[in-house]
């Protein structure tokens, strides 16, 4: 296992959720879920983060923001949709503003339902995630030049 | 030549759990112009009432915002039964009661904490996030959900609570309230809290009441203004009082929600000792026809729902005004002059909450 | 217990002056809402609030009918205005902080407004 | 001294035991009401479609030709509106919640159901 | 006295080679403690190393390829200054090697031109202004008692300097907290998300550079605290000690206090450390020149 | 040649070419002229330092009767000038000072002109002497060379300025001749006239462009300056007093004599070297002088002539050793370091900056040469060196980059190392040596910190070198982060930099690394041997610590080159900009819909370290030492 697996750092961002799911990220942080047992910090800025947790249906005004941050992160990265919003845009799919789905924007990795998420199933999100982070860590160096 | 600095602020950005922007224009680390700019998280959901039953808006109602959900929820169902002339069973109007105090509690610790994290106290945030869990965890118990609790309908509440698990709540509760008083403690006494936040993000008793302030931001500048007061729910035949302080800077502010989850943990109290048995909801039939401003105290304030049915199953209007969106003007006063540190204490200070501001 | 609440409808030219009373009056603006309720037809509702008692004004406007700004006496409402703006195409006059139509942008051009509703029928 | 306030706290918090559930390890709360997953059961469901008409989120779709019922979990809200208006009582939530997946995707489920013959349900009051 | 030659060569080689596993494991245990001081579990004690060795297998993302020059040049350096100090040489040239190498980041902040890093480049100028004074006094305070600059000399003497200097020891206490980016002195960048600043400082650096910038402040707890030792250089078993209460000091107080402002910082820096350095300089001298001429 | 023919030939030919330039017409004249008096100057300032440097003191009389009163003559036509000047632009403080300097020097040769024997030796030189020589002529011709590119495009961009570019280098390569014969002299009297020569240049050099702002800064230059001149003066008339033959007034003798005799001439020059050097409450005409073209200030106003106060005082350092007069110069040196590097903090303008960083760095060398001991005479020659170079360095770099980006404000200089890298590297190299390790003016600081703490009341001292240490970092460093931040889509404006010009700064930047790596040399060579002759004994950085700075300077210079190995290739990403949108030209996508520019600029500090209050805080303070200090000297007299 490399060491990408037990460090990561993730960033949160908020794509128009009802903030139901970003409170439970959030709460995952706090002593009854600590998540900096497996070593996640959480960074808020994109430049450090491995994995990018999503919320929210993602709406007109944050497609650019959300594909901006993106970018920004350093590869090897996974993003994970935490909760049926991001997933489909849940309850909100109708809505004249939302695209439903962050998929509709940026690739998504791993899919987090719940509504809202429960900190229980982020992390299990999470752990999910670093298996794919892994794979793509292996992806990345192949073209390195390394046998591999 | 002025040296100016422009930082743009958010909509991604570790203090703000919500995405929202401001463009800072700082001289040193002076802010001498804020524009802020919202809309992310405009979804347009009052639109849905066009496609959803006014039954099943209830769920979307709720999930205006995952923090105050449930007296979105509340508030939604209480407009209608207004319109529609429903007499709710009396138990009901006490459970509604006592979520709702419970969603304030969380509320408020949920606040405490990210605040904390705004002048970068981590271990008060944490703190205040270890005893919200215990709020959590009643709601979980009680609702089958952590944040979005789903117990409220038109007619009453969708889940009773039993005498032993009110009870149980009750002690419960004592023991809460010793750990609130710790923390509380620490944002009201310690040197380098009040170093961050008296005399920062001032607003007169005028200029919160003109520019439209509810809630504690309006109640931290001395203007006594709490929807409880019209005593919706069970609230009339509870006893609680309307926390002022009259410096109307972040303390003040700070220092009423920490008053406030006192009051809270009273009336949750008060209303187990007094709440009837019964039936928790009645039938409903029939569809709203007619209009109302339905009105509720967040834990950031006044609440408006505004409810117009024809007499159909699709109501024609919902219009949500949702105590950020009208405390964004004193936010804007209050920025002015302030120092980059202080933005985000003065903008977490008024405990915004953007998701039900842009709905 | 219900809360107490007035309608009073009036009529546009007459806005400033009414809402200019209840400042005087120490009312609070409480909100400012809008509905559609015809083709080209919107009902604005200016809410005020004093001891926990809600009046309402109440204008009814077409899309093309030019609202005045009352931030001359409420300076906070621009964001109710703005957003009126925004999502009904209604036009407001004299805003303090005029976004523009960028306080709310949204996917679709003012959605509660009559365009949509022209749109939708096709 | 309103100085290192928070001192006797952190000292004390230090020396006790943490709060952390040690998730996964340790199993999470949990409690009968908890919301995780809505459960079908096939061999009730009357095809009324009530379900799908009160799904806010349009996570249920029905099909009475091909007699499935399927679900996508990761359109379902978890908001028990099925449940409570089922009328057949197939539908239930279960607490424990779906998993988290890497690929999205409905779950069908066939209806068992066989509409009793009619003479029964006509001795059914006398019973 | 200047070390031998030999010797202090070793003693730089093995600060270079162990001060990184020292530092890390420091950072490590301190994670843990402020965990445990939260209620909550913490990361493995490993982690700052687990941290780092990830951020190696990350792309380099830069927002221009001069920052790759200054971060590395920002590490040199500071291992450079602690390799000095502890081969013992002249303290005031460690400060200024230790000085050149915080340039070095400031620089690496300032070439990104984005607004975070900007205002924490400065920010951490306003920092390194604020201790600096502090650490060249607690040098001269150190050369009053011991008659040389020089740390194998300091070090080796028998005096309990810490009683010459209990003013100066406590000053150094304060910029310690600066030095390591506790609150309330976090300033200009700090270990999680930074509330006004996102990372302040480090905010436009990625992967192997941010790596590169963690390891030098291993280095850089490890020549900070071995400070705290010269003032118990008497009895090693009692600067051990020291150290060990001192780093707890510090993760107390980052624990309970809110971030200041750089007003207050620059103040307190400049005030309650500069006075009590410069009072108990200023006694000292009178003692020794006055009264014992 | 002989010495004596050396220093003669110095002192001299500047004049003459002085008046050659006066009368060359043309450019092209203009440009040969210059550039083959600088060369001749620069290669003989380099013969006096192989002449020279191993001889220890050396005296040469040139008869002097005549000369004398041909001075005489010079220094009242001279105040007949000013006099005019002063009632013509209603400046009647400085008709006042004229009036009274005037009145005092005729008095002087009315009282003493007939007792005065003639003094065997009126000139001198040794190693500090050469040390100052080497400073003038090679940076002092270095400038001038530049000032050649300078002035034209000065013109250029200046049309509403009369072009009166013969007289500007007329006094250029006057000043030179003064400044090499305010070294030399060995004779008060003389080391006076060159002295109020120098003010002079200096006077019509601030006021060359003959704005208003230019002609009251250059008339409170003047002042200032007087007010010294006038000291001096007294100084001389209480030496004739003393000994009315005049062999006091020989600056060897005097030096020799002993606190009693020379104390009160001492602390009257010293007070003199005070308003020269710009101390604390004269400080504001340096600041006002940063009107002047550019050249001027590098020359004038920075590495020579206000070298010329701090010269005379560390002339006097022995005699000033332990005494309490000597702490007050010292402190008055000291308070202006601190304030002044703390006043730098609060300025945007790049030629402000380097005059409040000039100030300071002379106020540090006034406080070593106040406490005088031996280690710190040692520091103050040193610091007198480095700064002299870098210094001038960074006049001509902000000279040159203003040219091309027609503004001296930092703010304005963001990514200068995109839109001239040449000129980012070298005022890059500039900064270093002003204030990191292991360059120039650091190695100073370090050596007067280990010099302060063995000296009496040295503690004092050090913590004001290390408050005011740090504040001299925070303006450098945010100055050289300005010009780094490498902003996008700029464009080289680079190339049109004259190609003189280029030679003059690559041979100043050459020259800041080469002092550094090669001062342990020059120390050995020129200072420790004259510190020895003052004090008997002398000092040295210790070895080790030589060695390492040489090695940090080595790793230094090869840093860079680890550009060249980066083992990935980064992937470019724009800044952190919250999410926003950055579009090229780093402009965002703000509120109100509006697309801004990204605008960042250094912070300014101004609540603590805003001008006027520090200001007003060293005016008091210093006035007040220094007028304690002429209380005690007027004690010593009764
Ligand atoms: S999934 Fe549910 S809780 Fe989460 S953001 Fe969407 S509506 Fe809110
Ligand atoms: S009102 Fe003030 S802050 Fe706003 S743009 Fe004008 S000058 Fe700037
Ligand atoms: S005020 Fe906030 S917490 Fe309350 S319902 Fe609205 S969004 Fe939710
Ligand atoms: S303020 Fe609004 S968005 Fe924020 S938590 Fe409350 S309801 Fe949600
Ligand atoms: S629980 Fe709610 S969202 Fe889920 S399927 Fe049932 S009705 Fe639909
Ligand atoms: S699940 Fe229940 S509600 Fe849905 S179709 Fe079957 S019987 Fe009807
Ligand atoms: S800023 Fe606060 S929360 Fe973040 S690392 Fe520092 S102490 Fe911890
Ligand atoms: S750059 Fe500006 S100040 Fe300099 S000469 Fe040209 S116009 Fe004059």
């Keep these: ?148 | 030549m002025t040296k100016q600095i422009i930082v743009p602020f958010g909509p991604q950005h570790p203090v703000l759990p919500e995405p929202i922007h401001l463009d800072l224009v700082l001289e040193d680390e002076k802010v001498v112009d804020v524009i802020p700019s919202i809309g992310y998280i405009h979804r347009g959901f009052e639109k849905l009432v066009e496609k959803r039953e006014f039954t099943e808006y209830v769920f979307i109602a709720e999930r205006t915002c995952g923090i105050c959900s449930f007296i979105h929820g509340a508030t939604y169902c209480q407009g209608i039964e207004q319109i529609m002339g429903i007499q709710v069973p009396e138990r009901a109007n006490y459970l509604r009661t006592i979520w709702s105090e419970y969603s304030r509690l969380h509320s408020h610790l949920l606040w405490l904490g990210l605040y904390a994290d705004s002048f970068g106290f981590e271990n008060l945030f944490m703190n205040a996030w270890r005893i919200r869990e215990r709020i959590l965890d009643v709601m979980e118990q009680t609702t089958g959900g952590r944040v979005i609790q789903g117990s409220c309908k038109i007619g009453g509440v969708r889940k009773d609570i039993s005498n032993a698990k009110l009870a149980e709540m009750n002690r419960d509760l004592d023991s809460i309230k010793r750990e609130m008083e710790e923390l509380t403690t620490v944002f009201l006494k310690d040197d380098t809290v009040i170093h961050r936040t008296r005399n920062v993000g001032v607003i007169s008793r005028q200029d919160a009441f003109h520019l439209g302030a509810v809630g504690p931001t309006a109640r931290g500048s001395g203007v006594a203004i709490d929807l409880r007061k019209t005593g919706y729910g069970a609230y009339g035949e509870l006893d609680f009082p309307v926390i002022t302080d009259s410096c109307g800077d972040c303390y003040s502010r700070c220092l009423v929600r920490c008053k406030e989850l006192f009051t809270s943990v009273d009336i949750i109290q008060q209303a187990i000792a007094k709440i009837p048995d019964g039936p928790v909801d009645v039938k409903v039939t029939g569809a709203p026809n007619g209009e109302f401003f339905m009105r509720a105290e967040q834990p950031r304030g006044e609440l408006v729902h505004y409810l117009k049915g024809n007499g159909t199953k699709f109501l024609i209007r919902s219009r949500i005004r949702t105590p950020t969106l009208t405390n964004i003007p004193p936010l804007v006063k209050m920025l002015q002059g302030c120092d980059l540190a202080d933005v985000p204490v003065i903008v977490l200070s008024i405990d915004p909450c953007i998701s039900c501001t842009e709905r | 217990m219900k809360q107490e609440q007035t309608i009073i409808p009036i009529e546009v030219g007459r806005l400033i002056g009414s809402v200019e009373q209840f400042r005087n009056e120490g009312y609070r603006l409480a909100q400012i809402g809008c509905t559609k309720v015809g083709d080209n037809s919107f009902e604005i509702n200016y809410s005020f609030d004093k001891d926990y008692v809600l009046q309402n004004l109440r204008i009814t406007v077409t899309a093309e009918t030019e609202v005045p700004s009352i931030t001359g006496m409420y300076w906070g409402a621009f964001v109710y205005e703005n957003e009126m703006h925004d999502l009904f195409g209604i036009q407001v006059k004299g805003i303090n902080i005029d976004f523009k139509g960028t306080f709310i942008r949204t996917a679709i051009r003012y959605p509660f407004g009559v365009s949509v509703a022209k749109e939708e029928k096709k | ?127 | ?293 | ?638």
């Design chain 1, 1 to 148: 296992m490399s060491y990408l697996t037990k460090s990561p750092w993730i960033l949160h961002y908020d794509a128009s959720s009802c903030n139901g799911c970003d409170i439970e990220v959030l709460a995952a942080l706090t002593p009854v879920y600590d998540v900096e047992r497996f070593g996640i910090i959480n960074t808020g800025n994109p430049k450090h983060a491995d994995i990018f947790l999503v919320t929210g249906s993602v709406n007109e005004q944050n497609r650019e923001i959300l594909k901006n941050t993106y970018d920004q992160i350093p590869n090897p990265k996974v993003v994970i949709a935490v909760g049926i919003c991001a997933s489909s845009g849940g309850i909100f799919r109708e809505c004249y503003n939302v695209m439903g789905g962050i998929d509709k924007v940026i690739p998504v990795d791993v899919w987090v339902p719940g509504c809202a998420a429960r900190p229980e199933s982020i992390i299990d999100g999470v752990v999910k995630a670093l298996g794919i982070l892994e794979e793509k860590r292996k992806a990345m160096k192949i073209p390195a030049g390394d046998t591999a």
């Design chain 6, 1 to 638: 040649m002989q010495v004596s023919q050396l220093l003669i030939f110095l002192v001299l030919f500047p004049l003459i070419a002085a008046f050659f330039l006066l009368f060359a017409r043309k450019s092209l004249e203009r440009n040969w002229i210059v550039k083959l008096a600088a060369l001749a100057i620069g290669a003989v300032s380099l013969w006096l330092l192989v002449a020279g440097f191993d001889k220890g003191m050396m005296m040469f009389g040139v008869s002097g009767k005549a000369l004398d009163l041909a001075m005489l003559a010079i220094e009242l036509v001279i105040a007949v000038y000013l006099l005019w000047l002063g009632l013509k632009h209603k400046k009647y403080s400085v008709v006042i000072l004229v009036v009274i300097q005037a009145a005092l020097l005729l008095w002087f040769e009315l009282a003493f002109g007939h007792t005065l024997v003639e003094l065997p030796n009126n000139l001198f030189v040794d190693q500090f002497s050469i040390i100052m020589a080497m400073i003038i002529g090679i940076i002092g011709s270095l400038i001038c060379v530049y000032a050649l590119g300078y002035m034209e495009i000065f013109h250029e961009h200046h049309k509403e300025i009369v072009d009166r570019q013969g007289m500007f280098f007329f006094i250029l390569f006057v000043f030179l001749s003064a400044m090499f014969g305010l070294v030399f002299s060995n004779n008060l009297l003389w080391v006076l006239f060159f002295w109020e020569i120098t003010t002079l240049c200096s006077f019509l050099l601030i006021g060359y462009s003959q704005t208003t702002e230019a002609t009251n800064n250059a008339f409170l230059a003047l002042a200032m300056n007087m007010l010294g001149g006038i000291a001096f003066v007294v100084a001389l008339i209480y030496l004739a007093t003393l000994d009315p033959s005049g062999r006091l007034l020989e600056l060897s003798t005097l030096l020799k004599s002993g606190y009693a005799v020379a104390i009160v001439p001492a602390v009257l020059i010293c007070f003199a070297g005070l308003t020269k050097a710009a101390q604390m409450p004269f400080s504001s005409w340096l600041v006002g002088a940063m009107v002047a073209p550019t050249p001027v200030s590098a020359l004038l106003h920075s590495s020579t002539m206000v070298k010329a106060g701090v010269y005379i005082i560390v002339r006097f350092a022995p005699v000033l050793t332990g005494t309490t007069e000597g702490l007050m110069i010292a402190l008055v040196g000291g308070f202006t370091f601190l304030l002044t590097s703390c006043m730098a903090i609060s300025q945007s303008n790049a030629k402000k900056v380097l005059a409040y960083s000039t100030i300071a760095n002379l106020g540090l060398i006034v406080a070593c040469a106040g406490v005088g001991t031996y280690n710190l005479m040692w520091v103050a020659i040193l610091l007198i060196i480095f700064h002299a170079i870098a210094k001038s360095l960074l006049f001509l770099c902000v000279g040159t980059v203003e040219h091309r980006i027609g503004s001296r404000d930092i703010e304005d200089m963001g990514g200068l190392i995109e839109r001239m890298p040449k000129m980012a590297v070298m005022m890059f190299i500039g900064m270093a040596g002003m204030f990191l390790a292991p360059f120039g003016m650091i190695i100073s600081k370090w050596a007067a910190i280990e010099a302060f703490i063995q000296a009496p009341f040295g503690l004092i001292f050090i913590i004001i070198l290390a408050f005011g240490g740090s504040a001299t970092l925070f303006f450098w460093s945010k100055w050289m982060g300005k010009i780094i931040s490498v902003m996008r889509n700029q464009e080289n404006v680079e190339k049109t930099v004259p190609q003189d010009k280029y030679t003059v700064l690559w041979i100043l930047t050459a020259l800041v690394v080469i002092v550094a790596l090669i001062f342990p040399l020059i120390s050995s060579v020129l200072i420790e041997p004259y510190i020895m002759d003052v004090y008997g004994y002398t000092t040295r950085l210790a070895e080790a610590n030589i060695i390492i700075m040489l090695l940090m300077l080595g790793l230094l210079m090869i840093m860079p080159f680890s550009m060249l190995f980066e083992s990935k290739t980064p992937r470019i990403a724009p800044p952190y900009m919250g999410g926003r949108t950055t579009e090229g030209g780093m402009k965002f996508h703000g509120s109100l819909g509006m697309s801004r520019d990204l605008v960042l600029s250094n912070y300014y500090l101004r609540t603590y370290f805003g001008e006027e209050k520090l200001f007003m805080v060293g005016v008091l303070a210093c006035w007040g030492i220094i007028l304690i200090a002429l209380v005690m000297v007027v004690g010593v007299v009764l």
């Design chain 5, 1 to 293: 006295m200047i070390p031998e030659p030999w010797a202090a060569i070793v003693n730089a080689v093995i600060y270079l080679l162990l001060a990184p596993v020292v530092g890390g494991l420091i950072a490590g245990i301190d994670r843990r403690i402020t965990a445990r001081m939260q209620g909550r579990v913490g990361p493995p004690l490993l982690q700052p190393f687990y941290d780092v060795g990830k951020l190696f297998e990350k792309e380099n993302l830069v927002v221009t390829t001069t920052q790759n020059f200054y971060v590395l040049s920002y590490l040199v350096f500071m291992a450079v200054s602690g390799a000095l100090f502890f081969s013992g040489g002249d303290m005031l040239l460690v400060i200024f090697a230790f000085t050149l190498s915080h340039i070095f980041l400031v620089l690496g902040a300032y070439a990104a031109f984005s607004p975070y890093s900007h205002v924490g480049a400065e920010r951490e100028l306003i920092q390194i202004i604020a201790y600096e004074p502090m650490i060249i006094i607690t040098a001269a305070g150190m050369y009053m008692v011991t008659k040389s600059f020089y740390v194998s000399d300091i070090v080796q003497s028998a005096v309990p300097i810490v009683l010459y200097l209990p003013g100066v020891f406590i000053g150094y206490l304060i910029v310690l907290t600066i030095k390591l980016r506790k609150s309330p002195f976090d300033l200009s960048t700090s270990h999680h998300a930074h509330q006004e600043l996102v990372k302040g400082v480090t905010t436009d650096f990625a992967g192997p550079n941010l790596a590169k910038i963690e390891i030098a402040h291993w280095y850089e707890y490890v020549f900070l605290l071995g400070v705290v030792y010269l003032f118990f250089g008497f009895n090693p078993l009692l600067a051990i000690a020291a150290i060990i209460i001192a780093y707890f000091l510090e993760i107390l107080i980052d624990n309970t206090t809110s971030r200041v402002k750089w007003q207050m910082t620059l103040r307190s820096a400049w005030l309650v450390a500069g006075t009590l350095g410069i009072i108990n300089l200023g006694v000292l001298y009178y003692l020794r020149m006055v009264i014992v001429p």
């Design chain 4, 1 to 127: 001294m309103g100085f290192f306030e928070m001192t006797k706290t952190a000292l004390r918090t230090v020396l006790s035991r943490p709060a952390t559930i040690l998730y996964p390890a340790q199993a999470a709360k949990r409690t009968p009401l908890t919301r995780g997953h809505i459960i079908f059961d096939g061999s009730k469901c009357i095809s009324c479609s009530i379900c799908q008409r009160k799904c806010p989120a349009q996570a249920i779709l029905l099909s009475k030709e091909a007699k499935s019922w399927q679900i996508d979990r990761f359109r379902c809200v978890m908001c028990s509106s099925c449940v409570d208006t089922c009328p057949a009582k197939c539908l239930s939530m279960d607490p424990v919640y779906t998993a988290p997946a890497s690929a999205k995707g409905v779950e069908v489920f066939t209806i068992t159901y066989v509409k009793p013959p009619k003479p029964e349900k006509k001795e059914e009051p006398i019973q």
